[in-house]
């Protein structure tokens, strides 16, 4: 079986407060064994002088985190440009997306931003985005 759970910054952000859908979430992912990933561009987004660091150090060690290389960036940009997107609004969405499409198999990105991630991803139907 492959595939993964992708977390935008809504769903880490409630990962780390440790809300109860997101936490069934990342338990069906870990008893199904896929792996749990992050883009390094959401961290920039969720941490702030507030958040609890014992937490997120925690959550953050029971994921991956890719990082945004020059391929990501590149495949961000064709997802912008096939969306007819640009512009930071958009930048940090398509590098998660990219970052997801790196991934085989059914893909599922938790996210607070349903519609623009349908938008990125219009052409990859074994990518599913679910509200959070």
């Known amino acids: 079986m492959s595939g993964a759970l992708i977390l935008d910054s ?11 859908e997101v936490h069934e979430w990342l338990t069906a992912a870990r008893d ?7 883009s ?5 987004a969720v941490i702030h002088p ?9 959550t953050l060690s029971r994921l991956r985190v890719e990082p945004v290389t020059q391929t990501v960036a590149q495949s961000a940009a064709t997802l912008l440009r096939t969306a007819e ?26 996210t607070s931003d349903l519609e623009d991630i349908a938008l990125l991803t219009a052409d990859h139907p074994r990518i599913v985005a679910e509200k959070v």
């Open 10 to 20: 809504e769903g880490l952000a409630k990962a780390v407060q440790r809300d109860r």
């Open 50 to 58: 507030r958040i609890n660091d014992a937490a997120l150090k925690w």
């Open 40 to 44: 390094a561009a959401v961290l920039a």
């Open 85 to 110: 997107l640009h512009g930071h609004k958009y930048a940090i969405d398509a590098i998660l997306c990219a970052t997801a499409l790196a991934h085989p198999g059914r893909i599922t990105i938790l």
């Open 32 to 38: 199904a064994d896929l792996p749990v990933v992050t």
